[in-house]
């Protein structure tokens, strides 16, 4: 945070710089100082899809999905392809209960980069909300027995086998 903070004080026009304040302080927990280090950074370029991102992200984690949706949006309407702003925003959308709207959004991050383990899972949990465990065991399988899969993605088909019944398999 410390040389991001000398750059931006030397060249206070400087986005990488105000970016990675943000980036710091996120990864940090200082939700807070993140969002002050991207909303600088949206000052500047008021169309820069990962400071965007990185708001939306702060408010997120700050148990403030509702505040995040318009940045993601925004993020994606400039950048599409934007596949963390997408994955993001599904997940936005979940956390407001907006299951089908989220389904859809991983899909889309799906048609960009089908290898995506981030938003099959993000997709499978969600499918799992909506009582779709077929699917959703179909695609955390498939997670769960690459060389991608971590102990929580295992830890997410248990809870989906326990869902639909299946408490051998969990």
């Given at each position: 945070?410390?040389?991001f903070q000398q750059v931006?004080?030397?060249?206070?026009?400087?986005?990488?710089?105000?970016?990675?304040?943000?980036?710091?302080?996120?990864?940090?927990?200082?939700?807070?100082?993140?969002?002050?280090?991207?909303?600088?950074?949206?000052?500047?370029?008021?169309?820069?899809?990962?400071?965007?991102?990185?708001?939306?992200?702060?408010?997120?984690?700050?148990?403030?999905?509702?505040?995040?949706?318009?940045h993601l949006e925004k993020?994606?309407?400039?950048?599409?392809?934007?596949?963390?702003?997408?994955?993001?925003?599904?997940?936005?959308?979940?956390?407001?209960?907006?299951?089908?709207?989220?389904?859809?959004?991983?899909?889309?991050?799906?048609?960009?980069?089908?290898?995506?383990?981030?938003?099959?899972?993000?997709?499978?949990?969600?499918?799992?909300?909506?009582?779709?465990?077929?699917?959703?065991?179909?695609?955390?399988?498939?997670?769960a027995s690459s060389t991608?899969?971590?102990?929580?993605?295992?830890?997410?088909?248990?809870?989906?086998?326990?869902?639909?019944?299946?408490?051998?398999?969990?």
């Amino acid at each position: 945070v410390g040389i991001f903070q000398q750059v931006a004080a030397a060249e206070p026009q400087n986005i990488d710089a105000l970016l990675g304040i943000g980036d710091c302080y996120l990864a940090l927990g200082a939700l807070d100082n993140a969002a002050l280090g991207y909303a600088r950074a949206l000052e500047i370029n008021p169309n820069s899809s990962r400071a965007l991102r990185g708001l939306a992200s702060a408010r997120m984690m700050k148990g403030e999905p509702q505040f995040a949706i318009a940045h993601l949006e925004k993020a994606v309407q400039i950048d599409g392809s934007d596949t963390k702003a997408l994955n993001t925003l599904g997940v936005t959308k979940d956390m407001l209960g907006k299951h089908a709207e989220a389904q859809a959004v991983y899909r889309r991050v799906l048609q960009i980069n089908p290898g995506n383990y981030s938003a099959k899972n993000n997709l499978a949990l969600s499918l799992a909300l909506t009582g779709n465990h077929a699917e959703s065991i179909k695609l955390l399988e498939e997670i769960a027995s690459s060389t991608k899969s971590t102990p929580i993605t295992k830890q997410n088909l248990a809870l989906v086998y326990a869902a639909a019944g299946r408490t051998q398999d969990a």
